[in-house]
């Protein structure tokens, strides 16, 4: 079994490693993950899984906001990545009800 990073320093590094190829990898990560994601699961899984949130929700690892116009309005979103620039081209006006994409429940 191959072990990770095992102090601070090389975590940190790993981190960074990620941080810089999902940045590479956003600009065409949702033309590629939908055709791969039809593929596999159809067109419907997106909405059916977040039609089920409610209340305060968190999305961890939300991207390229894929999932934003997916959430019922009364659902009060907070998304986080590991990366802050994983969303180019992303804007409220893209989320279900024009809100943040971000944190939709603090307006």
Known sequence: MTRGPETPEERARAIEVKRRLY???????????????RWLFGTGHRGWACSKAMGDT????IGTGLNLPHY????????????????PG????????????VDRGRR
Request: no cysteine; glycine share 10%.
């Open 72 to 87: 019922p309005r009364h659902v009060r979103l907070t998304g986080v990545d590991l990366t802050g620039h994983a969303r």
């Open 58 to 61: 968190l999305e961890v690892a």
């Open 23 to 37: 940045g590479k990898e956003a600009p065409t990560y949702d033309r590629e993950a939908d055709l791969t994601e």
């Open 90 to 101: 992303r804007d409220a006006s893209q989320g279900a009800g024009a809100h943040d994409p």
